[in-house]
């Protein structure tokens, strides 16, 4: 007969500096940050969720009485999580069907993914990230999306913050060569792209075209599943065709299309039977063609749209 007096191995410390409802605070006071970390890192939306989920895992299994910090820890285990997740990732992307972007989120307040701030995860910077190595992208992210020090990424990675120096400055220089002059388009472009995307709608290319930059580009990433260009269409009038082309799909006159927040920039979001079917993001040149849309990129691979769920209510 066991001794009464044995404590239960699975019954919670009393004496554990944080029992109960002290286990989910840090985790849940973070919650937003990590996310965001596991996102840039991943670009993905539904694995930066279960790098989330399996960091709460390995936080609410730990032995926590010997964490001064724990942000610092979580924010350790996300990252080398996200790393080994990435590793994966890259293979299966060499495969992708198609040009590949990054999983499309809302940034609204009542988004379904939280992000920590809405600036943090464009879409310009993400797809420039997906060309660095899994490690330099992880020490652009933590440095200078969330500007933690490098004797903190050093900790972070187990390397010499010498190395994350150096790693910093090459990542920062190769980001900022191939970044795009793209302006998101936000509240001051409403008008503008409601015109473009009523222009797709009823045919009228030469409504398109008058809304495009002459070196335009239009990215469609379908995955092999659905109907979607194969490769970067550039220049006005092939653009401008293609995007008529997509417009006049049969399913688009089912489709109901509402202006959303995506990625913290202005989109267009198409529900089917209330469902995310279609997602369109523009970006407007610079300078003298500011008011011209550069880069137009649409979401079409069903897979690839969890992210554009709201919450429930």
Known sequence: MPDAAAPDPAAPD???????????RPFTENRRL???????????????????????????????????DPRAYLVR?????????????????????????????????DAALPVERAEEVSLALLVVLETLSPVERAVFVLREVFDLSYQEIADVLDREPATVRQTAHRAREHVRARRPRYTPAGPQHAEATERFLAACFTGDVAGVLAALAPEVELVTDGGGVVRAARRVIRGADKVSRALVAFAGDATVG???????????????????????????????GTGDQSGLLARVMVFRNPERLAGLHRLPG
């Open 254 to 284: 089912r489709m109901e299309w509402v202006p959303v927040e995506i990625n913290g920039a202005l989109g267009m979001l198409a529900l089917l039977g209330g469902e995310p079917a279609m997602a369109t993001v523009a970006e407007y």
């Open 34 to 68: 990590l996310f965001t970390v596991a996102y840039e890192m991943l670009g993905a939306a539904a694995d930066a969720e279960d790098v989330v989920q399996e960091a709460w895992l390995r936080w609410s299994a730990k032995d926590r009485s010997d964490v001064d």
């Open 14 to 24: 009393p004496a554990s500096p944080r029992p109960g409802a002290d286990l989910a």
């Open 77 to 109: 285990v996300t990252t080398r999580l996200a790393l080994n997740r990435l590793r994966t990732l890259r293979r299966a992307r060499e495969t992708y069907v198609g040009p590949w972007l990054p999983d499309p989120i809302l940034t609204t307040p």
